[in-house]
């Protein structure tokens, strides 16, 4: 419906618009399709104690693999599926996934891993989070200890008592809590202290010039000295060369993830490699 307007830059703004909508529109069918279809896979990225340098828990990471096309990285689709409040039944399936991968890896003996599920802002904010992540802790008899959910700074801002409310309820589930992207958002330090966290994930930005930009060193000694006085955890995130690694060695960071140790992988790939290395430890 064409609106009758002269003015050329109007008509180039609602042509972009239209453009942009209709793309959201046709990745949101796919997407719902795709979640049916089961199209949707999981990889999951070892994290790293750094005192004995095992693996300690992975990161669930979500894929979008289409039939017989390349695989959809999630900065790509989680941005819609948050719009379009896809994430409710698509965060639900991530967790559930995940929780049952932990369980079938303690089942088959491999040494316990902490499973890492990201949360999205529309999945924190709902109602039935609480419901949910208990609900599936039960189906999958997963010790929820062996739980830890990832957030982001952003999702506390806008009603900060109901967030700890929220947070304390998951506590008290007995799940891990971490931060994620840590540095990115409006961290409130204030918040930090009233937060039941338990973890602190250093955002990759800072680790990806540690070692040539004397800021990005100085933000993440800085995140480090703040965590240990907090008495939180901290890990470094997106670790890639040995440089970055001495730096955070050197700074006592906890924990440790990136690809110089290990890419997200399938769960049968990592489980061939879990099984190979745990008989090193
Ligand atoms: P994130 O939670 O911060 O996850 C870490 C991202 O860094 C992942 O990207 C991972 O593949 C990547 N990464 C790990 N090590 C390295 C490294 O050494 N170098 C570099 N350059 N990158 C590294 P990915 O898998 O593309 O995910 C991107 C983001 O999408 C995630 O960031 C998270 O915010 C979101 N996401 C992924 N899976 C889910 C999910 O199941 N639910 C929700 N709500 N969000 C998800
Ligand atoms: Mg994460
Ligand atoms: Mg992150
Ligand atoms: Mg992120």
């Excluded at 279809?37 to 005192?51: G, M, N, S, T």
């Excluded at 996934?97 to 924190?124: E, H, Y």
Aim: hydrophobic share 40%; glycine share 4%.
């Amino acid at each position: 419906q064409a609106k009758k307007d002269g003015r050329n830059t109007y008509r180039y703004h609602t042509a972009a618009l239209s453009i942009a909508a209709n793309e959201r529109l046709r990745v949101e069918n796919r997407l719902r399709h795709a979640l049916a279809a089961e199209e949707l896979v999981l990889h999951y990225q070892p994290l790293i104690d750094a005192r004995t340098r095992c693996v300690v828990g992975v990161e669930a990471l979500v894929r979008w693999q289409p039939l017989g096309e390349a695989i959809v990285s999630p900065g790509k689709f989680i941005p819609v599926a948050e719009e379009t409040g896809l994430i409710v039944p698509l965060g639900e399936w991530v967790l559930r996934t995940a929780c049952k991968q932990a369980r079938a890896w303690i089942d088959a003996g491999l040494p316990r891993l902490v499973m890492a599920v990201n949360l999205s802002v529309r999945q924190f904010q709902s109602e039935n989070l609480i419901g949910m992540v208990q609900r599936i802790l039960e189906e999958t008899q997963l010790p929820a200890n062996c739980l830890e959910l990832e957030l982001t700074e952003s999702m506390f801002m806008e009603q900060v008592e109901r967030s700890i409310k929220t947070l304390n309820k998951l506590k008290a589930l007995g799940v891990n809590l971490a931060i994620d992207d840590f540095g990115t958002g409006y961290s409130s330090l204030i918040y930090l202290k009233r937060f039941p966290i338990d973890k602190l994930k250093i955002d990759q930005s800072f680790v990806r010039d540690l070692a040539d930009d004397p800021n990005d060193r100085e933000i993440a000694a800085t995140i480090i000295a703040m965590a240990r006085g907090l008495k939180l955890n901290v890990l470094a995130e997106g670790i890639e060369s040995e440089q970055q690694l001495d730096f955070l060695r050197q700074h006592d960071c906890d924990y440790y993830q990136g690809y110089l140790f290990h890419r997200p992988v399938p769960a049968d790939e990592l489980e061939t490699w879990l099984r190979k290395n745990s008989t090193l430890q």
